[in-house]
């Protein structure tokens, strides 16, 4: 058997979910960054970073027939007449999943893969991804898109007007995605990653809250959810709020 077959749970058809990084994540999430970004130093003290309001980490995940009935927690946003289509759908979305903690019930959920994460700050009126990464054997199988569209999705239920991120300007497979989700070029930081030098793009979306981004938001969701399988994408939980 070859070492692709040996592995534990993923299948080419799989639908992968996603939800807010737990603190027994952090462990997991290490090792993805250190996969992705070995220069990045000193590593992402994840665990720490759930106690940061600016941040939000999201994960991908495989879910195990253990994972718990939900118990739909009321929104702990109002939703207004005035609010979008799409916000009122994500609105819906995220209480689906259950997320109680194994101190609840340590038999109660769980997770036997984290095949990758998205990171996100939010300052001001801007949603900037401060990491997206998935596991190399994952990759080419819609869990970076996923998670681009997570992440995208949160910004919108933040009320964030933007999504923006630096990438490196020889990640052309990055820039794809990013440009297949209306992000644009708009600038450059000169040799803005240390270890070799190398500039970064600055690229940013149009405006997230606009029905017209909303609308292509949607339909993209539509596509890889028809190419990949429907995903559970739980975006916030009751203890973190929107
Ligand atoms: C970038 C990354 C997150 C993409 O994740 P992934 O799960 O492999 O991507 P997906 O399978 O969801 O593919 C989504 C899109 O990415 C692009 N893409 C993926 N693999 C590609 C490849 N081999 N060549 C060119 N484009 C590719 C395509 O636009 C693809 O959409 P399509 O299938 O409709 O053509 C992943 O490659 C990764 O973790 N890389 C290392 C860390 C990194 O560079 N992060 C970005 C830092 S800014």
Not at 79 to 108: C, E, F, H, Y
Not at 146 to 153: N, R, S, T, V, Y
Not at 212 to 235: F, T
């Amino acid at each position: 058997m070859s070492a692709v077959e040996q592995e534990p749970v993923a299948t080419e058809y799989m639908a992968y979910s996603l939800r807010p990084m737990l603190p027994d994540d952090s462990k997991a999430v290490a090792e993805i960054e250190m996969e992705a970004f070995p220069t990045t130093w000193p590593p992402t003290p994840f665990r720490k970073e759930l106690s940061n309001r600016l941040a939000r980490y999201l994960v991908c995940y495989v879910p195990t027939e253990e994972i718990a009935e939900a118990e739909q927690p009321e929104p702990s946003v109002d939703i207004t007449p005035n609010d979008s289509m799409l916000k009122r759908l994500l609105q819906g979305v995220w209480p689906r999943i259950g997320l109680r903690s194994r101190r609840d019930d340590p038999q109660a959920i769980r997770w036997d893969v984290i095949p990758g994460f998205v990171g996100m700050w939010f300052m001001a009126d801007e949603a900037h991804v401060t990491a997206i990464a998935v596991r190399e054997f994952y990759q080419g199988r819609g869990i970076g898109e996923l998670l681009l569209i997570g992440c995208i999705e949160l910004a919108i239920l933040r009320n964030a007007d933007v999504v923006t991120l630096e990438v490196r300007i020889s990640n052309t497979l990055a820039q794809t995605l990013y440009k297949k989700y209306g992000f644009e070029i708009v600038g450059s930081r000169k040799r803005y990653y240390s270890d070799n030098n190398e500039d970064a793009f600055i690229m940013t979306t149009g405006k997230i809250q606009e029905p017209e981004y909303q609308r292509m938001l949607q339909d993209k969701a539509a596509l890889h959810a028809d190419r990949w399988g429907a995903s559970e994408r739980a975006l916030t939980t009751p203890s973190l709020g929107v």
